[in-house]
């Protein structure tokens, strides 16, 4: 026995040596899992797909089994290789006009010869990176496009509804309607109500009942009731014709003029690229919108259109109608919980396997069903959301110009002539620019909106030379772009009216650029050695923030100061009176100006519902730390409270500060924060005073306020075990080391409050520590390791919740 643990010993050693501990056990072969969710997502998108399906298949005028083909290599050959796990690939609504074209013009197997081009053409832009290109075309040409398809689809099915059939062009639909409604099909016309019916209400059926049959699609059940009431009613409809698969045509070579040919390639390219393209980014917004944890990667869209390539290029080979992403059966997908490409897959399975097995069944379906629900799916096409999002943005005119050019002429003319009109919209942005003058208490107006171009120069010289000699003279700037020719005619004009005695200020959107030559924009070195932003004239070119910070940029004086006038050690000059209170008039003016009308709207529903923030932020009164910058942070998210040092007195003591305690309770029973940071920072002055006051100096306010403090101090001195490290170092400065050491002793402090304390106990709340460094603009979080608080950087990618520290 003993002679066997040696060797048992050196076993082990040698595993260990092969397979770190840390490393995972090696395994046999793998086996392939399908999750649950797939399997029921699967089976969820498989009954969408059945019907929509033949149904595209019938408005398109391609043989029927050409639907089924297009699904199944869409969801195997699309879902394998595509880039977005959970978009759902097929025929789909937004192909079936150019699809039903170009059967028209060169018949079928040429058109799944240029299926197949289009897929090599998508493989060519998805070698060469050029996927989010398409990303770049104005949203309202494609809205506007998918809703000209749409009209075109709802017109043509129409004819199928009443009994008849579409023709051509929808012109021609529209002349063949009257006779067509004068001579309807009764039984056609009943079929196709009791499914548009049933798509209708199917997803409004009320009570617990209702909600368990909400989970059958709506389309299976509209075809499926449809079919089983023409069969009990014995109605005479022309149904499903599915031939053998024997003699299913197959791809041939493509006849017919070569640019007629090219522009059909292009157009099909075009048109499955960006519906899947789109379709993917929505697929990514509607997975990062579900409850739990995201464990599906975003999509990968130069992959999704190589994966979309392949799938068009192995269906139009065997036969099948073109590919792309299809929001319908995507959206079911993310909704019925898909959390792989398994399900996409799985559904194509679903469909080779009907298709083989289901004929007999498939064959029962009256086509005016198939038709009504095809219509359905082209009047849900021209959305109502879409055109007002198009108007909000003032895109309408682009929009109704794509949808009429794809319904009166077709989908690449319409198109065409959609970014004809965008490019011309924005042209017509760039050079509109309105320039206006007027005068108040004393002091000239000119305001310029919008881009000031060449073409504005004249209405501006107009608007400048309204102004008097020696006048005082505000020009608001109000767009993001001015030209050579405008900078210089404005640049002129300010230096001859300053040398004439009038004053000059640019406000607006280009204020911290002031009008300058390029060369004089550089910043020049302040007496303490520190490049700043200002300008030979005293402009200031700093941040938006500048005028709130104790910077070194030299204001301009309304009059030049005398050479004897006394100069100040540090070199600046002084202050003009009232120079403060204008810097605060400027920027409550440039808040009311410039940010007020973006966060209007949402203050105004914080006034409403109240606030409802989900953190307390305790930190100091610096000026250095404005906390909505380095929390990233907006109105409603931080309940914030500010003091010298950052100090939380201990409940109960003599001489202690209530508000504090106030708010702390204010904010854990009555607001209900789920967390409490504690955040000091660098350089703090409440800790350097500490470091430097007697023992007995405690009779101003600030004096007693500090002893808050003095807990701090001692731990600082060595009674509480190892001091609190920075990034995995303790730092030299004696000012830094308190300064970690008092956001410690204030958790300590915070732990002791009865509401805290019950907070945290329950799991309600958690509590942070929070170090920022100034002048490096970098954050730290509080952990515990090993007994040891460091305060960890904060990087970028770092996940939120990282560094609490329990109480």
Same mark, same amino acid.
């Given at each position: 026995?003993?002679?066997?643990?040696?060797?048992?010993?050196?076993?082990?050693?040698?595993?260990?040596?092969?397979?770190?501990?840390?490393?995972?056990?090696?395994?046999?072969?793998?086996?392939?899992?399908?999750?649950?969710?797939?399997?029921?997502?699967? !089976?969820? !998108?498989? %009954?969408?797909?059945?019907?929509?399906?033949?149904?595209?298949? $019938?408005?398109?005028?391609?043989? /029927? +089994?050409?639907?089924?083909?297009?699904?199944?290599?869409?969801?195997?050959?699309?879902?394998?290789?595509?880039?977005?796990?959970?978009?759902?690939?097929?025929?789909?609504?937004?192909?079936? !006009?150019?699809?039903?074209?170009?059967?028209?013009?060169?018949?079928?197997?040429?058109?799944?010869?240029?299926?197949?081009?289009?897929?090599?053409?998508?493989?060519?832009?998805?070698? =060469?990176?050029?996927?989010?290109?398409?990303?770049?075309?104005?949203?309202?040409?494609?809205?506007?496009?998918?809703?000209?398809?749409?009209?075109?689809?709802?017109?043509? +099915?129409?004819?199928?509804?009443?009994?008849?059939?579409?023709?051509?062009?929808?012109?021609?639909?529209?002349?063949?309607?009257?006779?067509?409604?004068?001579?309807?099909?009764?039984?056609?016309?009943?079929?196709?109500?009791?499914?548009?019916?049933?798509?209708?209400?199917?997803?409004? #059926?009320?009570?617990?009942?209702?909600?368990?049959?909400?989970?059958?699609?709506?389309?299976?059940?509209?075809?499926? *009731?449809?079919?089983?009431?023409?069969?009990?009613?014995?109605?005479?409809?022309?149904?499903?014709? $599915?031939?053998?698969?024997?003699?299913?045509? $197959?791809?041939?070579?493509?006849?017919?003029?070569?640019?007629?040919?090219?522009? @059909?390639?292009?157009?099909?390219?075009?048109?499955?690229?960006?519906?899947?393209?789109?379709?993917?980014?929505?697929?990514?917004?509607?997975?990062?919108?579900?409850?739990?944890?995201?464990?599906?990667?975003?999509?990968? %869209?130069?992959?999704?259109?190589?994966?979309?390539?392949?799938?068009?290029?192995?269906?139009?080979?065997?036969?099948?109608?073109?590919?792309?992403?299809?929001?319908?059966?995507?959206?079911?997908?993310? &909704?019925? *919980?898909?959390?792989?490409?398994?399900?996409?897959?799985?559904?194509?399975?679903?469909?080779?396997?009907?298709?083989?097995?289901?004929?007999?069944? =498939?064959?029962?379906?009256?086509?005016?069903?198939?038709?009504?629900?095809?219509?359905?799916?082209?009047? +849900?096409?021209?959305?109502?959301?879409?055109?007002?999002?198009?108007?909000?943005? &003032?895109?309408?005119?682009?929009?109704?110009?794509?949808?009429?050019?794809?319904?009166?002429?077709?989908?690449?003319?319409?198109?065409?002539?959609?970014?004809?009109?965008?490019?011309?919209?924005? =042209?017509?942005?760039?050079?509109?620019?309105?320039?206006?003058?007027?005068?108040?208490?004393?002091?000239?107006?000119?305001?310029?909106?919008?881009?000031?171009?060449?073409?504005?120069?004249?209405?501006?010289?107009?608007? $400048?030379?309204?102004?008097?000699?020696?006048?005082?003279?505000?020009?608001?700037?109000?767009?993001?772009?001015?030209?050579?020719?405008?900078?210089?005619?404005?640049?002129?004009? +300010?230096?001859?009216?300053?040398?004439?005695?009038?004053?000059?200020?640019?406000?607006?959107?280009?204020?911290?650029?002031?009008? @300058?030559?390029? *060369?004089?924009?550089?910043?020049?070195?302040?007496?303490?050695?520190?490049?700043?932003?200002?300008?030979?004239?005293?402009?200031?070119?700093?941040?938006?923030?500048?005028?709130?910070?104790?910077?070194?940029?030299?204001?301009?004086?309304?009059?030049?100061?005398?050479?004897?006038?006394?100069?100040?050690?540090?070199?600046?000059?002084?202050?003009?009176?009232?120079?403060?209170?204008?810097?605060?008039? &400027?920027?409550?003016?440039?808040?009311?100006?410039?940010?007020?009308?973006?966060?209007?709207?949402?203050?105004?529903? /914080?006034?409403?519902?109240?606030?409802?923030?989900?953190?307390?932020?305790?930190?100091?009164?610096?000026?250095? #730390?404005?906390?909505?910058?380095?929390?990233?942070?907006?109105?409603?998210?931080?309940?914030?409270?500010?003091?010298?040092?950052?100090?939380?007195?201990?409940?109960?003591?003599?001489?202690?500060?209530?508000?504090?305690?106030?708010?702390?309770?204010?904010?854990?029973?009555?607001?209900?924060?789920?967390?409490?940071?504690?955040?000091?920072?660098?350089?703090? *002055?409440?800790?350097?005073?500490?470091?430097?006051?007697?023992?007995?100096?405690?009779?101003?306010?600030?004096?007693?306020?500090?002893?808050?403090?003095?807990?701090? =101090?001692?731990?600082?001195?060595?009674?509480?075990?190892?001091?609190?490290?920075?990034?995995?170092?303790?730092?030299?400065?004696?000012?830094?080391?308190?300064?970690?050491?008092?956001?410690?002793?204030?958790?300590?402090? #915070?732990?002791?409050?009865?509401?805290?304390?019950?907070?945290?106990?329950?799991?309600?709340?958690?509590?942070?520590?929070?170090?920022?460094?100034?002048?490096?603009?970098?954050?730290?979080?509080?952990?515990?390791?090993?007994?040891?608080?460091?305060?960890?950087?904060?990087?970028?990618?770092?996940?939120?919740?990282?560094?609490?520290?329990?109480?």
């Amino acid at each position: 026995m003993s002679a066997c643990v040696p060797a048992r010993a050196a076993d082990l050693n040698r595993t260990e040596r092969a397979h770190p501990p840390h490393s995972p056990p090696p395994t046999g072969p793998r086996r392939l899992r399908i999750a649950g969710a797939d399997v029921s997502a699967s !089976v969820a !998108v498989f %009954l969408i797909a059945l019907p929509l399906s033949l149904g595209i298949a $019938l408005a398109t005028g391609a043989p /029927l +089994q050409a639907g089924l083909v297009a699904a199944a290599v869409g969801g195997l050959v699309a879902g394998l290789l595509g880039g977005s796990p959970l978009q759902v690939s097929g025929p789909a609504a937004g192909l079936t !006009v150019v699809t039903a074209d170009l059967i028209q013009r060169y018949g079928w197997r040429t058109t799944c010869a240029i299926t197949v081009l289009a897929g090599l053409a998508q493989l060519g832009l998805g070698c =060469l990176r050029v996927a989010r290109g398409a990303l770049a075309v104005s949203p309202a040409i494609v809205h506007g496009m998918l809703a000209g398809i749409g009209v075109t689809i709802a017109v043509a +099915q129409v004819h199928i509804v009443l009994g008849g059939t579409p023709q051509s062009s929808v012109p021609d639909n529209l002349r063949a309607l009257p006779a067509q409604l004068a001579d309807f099909d009764p039984a056609a016309v009943s079929a196709s109500l009791l499914t548009l019916t049933l798509l209708m209400f199917w997803p409004r #059926l009320p009570g617990r009942i209702g909600r368990f049959l909400r989970r059958i699609p709506a389309a299976l059940v509209a075809v499926t *009731g449809a079919t089983a009431v023409a069969s009990a009613a014995g109605l005479a409809l022309t149904q499903v014709d $599915l031939p053998s698969w024997r003699s299913h045509a $197959l791809a041939g070579l493509p006849e017919g003029p070569v640019l007629g040919l090219v522009a @059909a390639v292009l157009t099909t390219t075009l048109v499955c690229s960006v519906q899947s393209l789109l379709g993917a980014v929505a697929v990514d917004k509607l997975a990062s919108a579900r409850p739990g944890p995201q464990h599906v990667k975003r999509s990968d %869209l130069d992959r999704e259109l190589l994966g979309q390539g392949a799938a068009n290029i192995v269906s139009g080979s065997l036969g099948g109608l073109p590919v792309a992403g299809v929001a319908v059966r995507s959206s079911a997908n993310v &909704r019925a *919980g898909a959390v792989s490409r398994n399900s996409t897959m799985l559904h194509g399975v679903l469909v080779v396997i009907a298709a083989l097995l289901m004929v007999p069944l =498939l064959e029962l379906i009256p086509l005016a069903s198939l038709a009504a629900l095809v219509m359905a799916v082209g009047i +849900q096409m021209v959305s109502l959301h879409h055109i007002r999002t198009v108007t909000r943005h &003032r895109e309408v005119l682009v929009y109704a110009v794509t949808t009429l050019g794809v319904v009166s002429l077709g989908v690449l003319e319409g198109v065409v002539l959609g970014i004809a009109v965008a490019v011309a919209v924005a =042209l017509h942005r760039l050079t509109r620019t309105r320039i206006t003058h007027e005068e108040k208490g004393g002091t000239h107006h000119v305001h310029v909106r919008g881009q000031l171009t060449f073409l504005a120069v004249p209405r501006l010289s107009r608007a $400048l030379h309204l102004v008097p000699p020696g006048a005082d003279t505000v020009v608001a700037l109000d767009g993001s772009f001015m030209d050579h020719a405008a900078y210089e005619a404005l640049h002129d004009w +300010q230096s001859t009216h300053r040398a004439r005695g009038g004053t000059v200020e640019i406000t607006g959107r280009r204020a911290g650029l002031r009008i @300058a030559e390029p *060369g004089e924009l550089a910043g020049h070195p302040t007496p303490g050695g520190r490049q700043t932003g200002s300008t030979p004239d005293g402009g200031c070119r700093c941040r938006p923030w500048t005028a709130w910070r104790n910077h070194q940029c030299e204001r301009p004086t309304t009059e030049p100061l005398p050479d004897t006038a006394p100069q100040p050690a540090d070199g600046n000059r002084p202050e003009p009176e009232g120079g403060h209170a204008r810097e605060l008039v &400027r920027g409550i003016s440039a808040f009311q100006r410039d940010t007020a009308p973006l966060v209007r709207e949402e203050l105004a529903r /914080l006034a409403r519902e109240g606030q409802r923030p989900a953190q307390l932020f305790l930190t100091c009164a610096d000026s250095r #730390l404005v906390t909505s910058m380095i929390t990233a942070s907006g109105p409603g998210d931080l309940f914030v409270v500010r003091n010298v040092g950052n100090f939380v007195p201990p409940p109960g003591e003599e001489s202690g500060d209530d508000s504090v305690a106030a708010a702390i309770e204010y904010a854990v029973e009555k607001l209900a924060v789920r967390s409490i940071t504690v955040c000091g920072h660098s350089g703090c *002055g409440a800790m350097q005073a500490l470091l430097d006051s007697r023992p007995q100096g405690a009779c101003t306010p600030l004096g007693r306020w500090l002893r808050h403090g003095r807990p701090s =101090l001692e731990r600082l001195g060595g009674t509480h075990g190892p001091g609190e490290r920075l990034a995995g170092s303790t730092p030299a400065d004696a000012v830094e080391r308190l300064c970690l050491s008092n956001v410690v002793q204030q958790l300590d402090h #915070l732990g002791a409050h009865p509401s805290v304390a019950r907070a945290v106990k329950d799991g309600r709340l958690e509590v942070h520590g929070m170090y920022f460094d100034v002048a490096e603009a970098q954050a730290y979080l509080l952990t515990d390791a090993d007994g040891t608080r460091v305060f960890d950087r904060v990087r970028a990618a770092d996940l939120p919740g990282e560094g609490s520290l329990p109480v």
